[in-house]
Every structure is written in structure tokens, then in C-alpha cells.
């Protein structure tokens, strides 16, 4: 099983801060996918990142695919408390079912 | 219109006994998934159906057993419930069989509480 560690594991911000959260593998991906889940839903895909170095901006979220293809960041500019939830970067080894990384858990106070 | 929809949202049970969760999705999609989410939040692939052919089988108990009757539909069943049971299941599914254009959609989840 390929492995995604992901950190922070937990977030607490106030509004209007930037934050960054980090998905690291030691094993090459052919694509990420980040996903936010919020308390009592499934998780929703936010974006895939393919290629090596890819930059991808949803909005304030700003996502980026190591040069190297084994780790990715998601960055949030100015957060706001609807950017609250579960963060979960996945990706799928053997093209099939997604292996996630444990989630990082935001929290931003008004 | 729900595109995937599980029942029921909660079960709540007692040890050793036999319970279902139904997952059904509209979008046309091909391969549907059951995923199992702990209590820390992790998300752990059980099964995966493609064209209603089991295709992935992680390394879960034989008291848990998937059934799909049709492509828009993935069931689990689960005999002899355990304390560790307990969990959220996440049915989910996929246009393709995976890959970087493929996206999943999740449905609610279910709330398994085994007393």
C-alpha cells in the first residue's frame, strides 16, 4: 500500500489567515486528488493534479503537485469559515480504489 | 435529485448480529466502491464493483460480503457484527475504473453503532 502522510493533522485559524496543509508520499503518483469532507456528508473532490509542478487555483485554494510526483500542498488564502472540514488528499496506486491520506481537520473561527 | 444515496443514515445494533446498508447511484456511472471511515477520520477502501464484477477486495473479514445486482446498485451485508465494526461506511462510485480523469462521488455515509 502506498502510503500519504498528511500534516497539520489538526488546524485551528481565524478568519482572514492563510494556512497550507501537505500530503507526502516516498512513492511516485500518476495524479492526486483533493477531497473536503464536511461533519455528517461524504467527501466531494475539490481537484486532481496530474502532471509534475502543476499549479491548479480553485478560488482561495491554490493546489500543487510536487515537481517529483510524491507529495502535494493545498494552500487557502484569507480562510473563511466556510472552509471548515476535513481535508483528505488521495490517490489511486493501481488505478482502481483511491488510498487517502488521514485528513487534516480545519477549523476557522469567525 | 441524489446522485448516490445510502440507507440507512444510522444503525444502530447489537453484537453478533446480521445487518445490510443498501447504496444506490444515478449518475450511469460503472464501478461503484465501499469505503470504511474509523473513528480518527480514516478513509479505507473494502470493496470495488465494476460492471457488477468484484474487482478489488481488500484485506477485509468474510463476515463482510458486498453483493451488486445491478450497476446502479451496491449492498453490504455484514454477519456476527463487532464492537469494531463500528464506523462510518461510504459507498461511493466512478464513471471508469479509476485513473486521473476519474472522479468518485460519495454518498452520506452510514453510521454503524454495534453495542
Known amino acids: 500500500t502506498q502510503l500519504l502522510e498528511q500534516s497539520p493533522q489538526f488546524l485551528s485559524i481565524q478568519e482572514g489567515e492563510n494556512l497550507t496543509v501537505y500530503c507526502n508520499s516516498s512513492?511516485?503518483?500518476?495524479?492526486l486528488q483533493w477531497y473536503r469532507q464536511e461533519p455528517g456528508e461524504g467527501p466531494v473532490l475539490l481537484v486532481t493534479?496530474?502532471?509534475?509542478?502543476e499549479v491548479k487555483k480553485l478560488k482561495r485554494l491554490t493546489f500543487q503537485f510536487g515537481d517529483a510526483r510524491k507529495d502535494s500542498s493545498l494552500h487557502i488564502t484569507a480562510a473563511q469559515p466556510g472552509d471548515t472540514g476535513l481535508y483528505l488528499c488521495?490517490?489511486?496506486?493501481?488505478?482502481?480504489?483511491?488510498?487517502f491520506g488521514k485528513g487534516t481537520s480545519l477549523l476557522v473561527t469567525p | 435529485d441524489t446522485a448516490v444515496s445510502q440507507t440507512p443514515k444510522y444503525l444502530v445494533t447489537q453484537m453478533g448480529n446480521d445487518k445490510s446498508i443498501k447504496c444506490e447511484q444515478n449518475?450511469?456511472?460503472?464501478?461503484m466502491y465501499w469505503y470504511k471511515q474509523d473513528s480518527k477520520k480514516f478513509l479505507k477502501i473494502m470493496f470495488s464493483?465494476?460492471?457488477?464484477?468484484?474487482?478489488i477486495n481488500e484485506t477485509v473479514p468474510n463476515r463482510f460480503s458486498p453483493k451488486s445486482p445491478d450497476k446502479a446498485h451496491l449492498n453490504l451485508h455484514i454477519n456476527s457484527l463487532e464492537l469494531g465494526d463500528s464506523a462510518v461506511y461510504f459507498c461511493?462510485?466512478?464513471?471508469?475504473?479509476?485513473?486521473?480523469?476519474?472522479?468518485?462521488?460519495f454518498g452520506p455515509g452510514t453510521r454503524l453503532t454495534v453495542l
Open positions: 461511493a462510485s466512478s464513471q471508469f475504473a479509476g485513473g486521473p480523469s476519474d472522479t468518485q462521488y
Open positions: 512513492s511516485v503518483f500518476s495524479s
Open positions: 493534479v496530474v502532471t509534475g509542478g
Open positions: 488521495a490517490g489511486a496506486p493501481s488505478g482502481y480504489a483511491l488510498n
Open positions: 449518475l450511469g456511472h460503472d464501478t
Open positions: 464493483y465494476n460492471n457488477k464484477e468484484l474487482i
